[in-house]
Nanobody, 123 residues
Framework: QVQLVESGGGLVQPGGSLRLSCAAS????????MGWYRQAPGKQRELVAVITNSGITNTAGSVKGRFTISRDNAKNTVYLQMNSLKPEDTAVYYCNVDGVAKSYVSYSRFNSWGQGTQVTVSS
């Protein structure tokens, strides 16, 4: 079983910065992609950024140039550095991790979500 623990959300003024972290733990054999999604009230969940195990990133156009995704493979942790935050960035941010878990007798693919962390951008 794989668990994800997110941290780093909060209230920030427009133009400010926040850094989100998501640590994966459990019976992890390998991790492929790690990503961040967000869901604003009344809207569908959308991709913010994703990073592969080789460091290739894909970032949504709405946050490109302001948000940076990175990962620490040794710690099974993914980060989202958010700069120049705008009120429209207000949402619950979710971490997603895709990989392979190892049990006592077998390997299995997993795709896990974090519990979500609230980011509010307001003056």
């Amino acid at each position: 079983q794989v668990q994800l623990v997110e941290s780093g959300g909060g209230l920030v003024q427009p133009g400010g910065s926040l850094r989100l972290s998501c640590a994966a733990s459990g019976s992890i054999f390998s991790i492929n992609a790690m990503g961040w999604y967000r869901q604003a009230p009344g809207k569908q969940r959308e991709l913010v950024a994703v990073i592969t195990n080789s460091g290739i990133t894909n970032t949504a156009g709405s946050v490109k140039g302001r948000f940076t995704i990175s990962r620490d493979n040794a710690k099974n942790t993914v980060y989202l550095q958010m700069n120049s935050l705008k009120p429209e960035d207000t949402a619950v941010y979710y971490c997603n991790v895709d990989g392979v878990a190892k049990s006592y007798v077998s390997y299995s693919r997993f795709n896990s979500w974090g519990q979500g962390t609230q980011v509010t951008v307001s003056s």
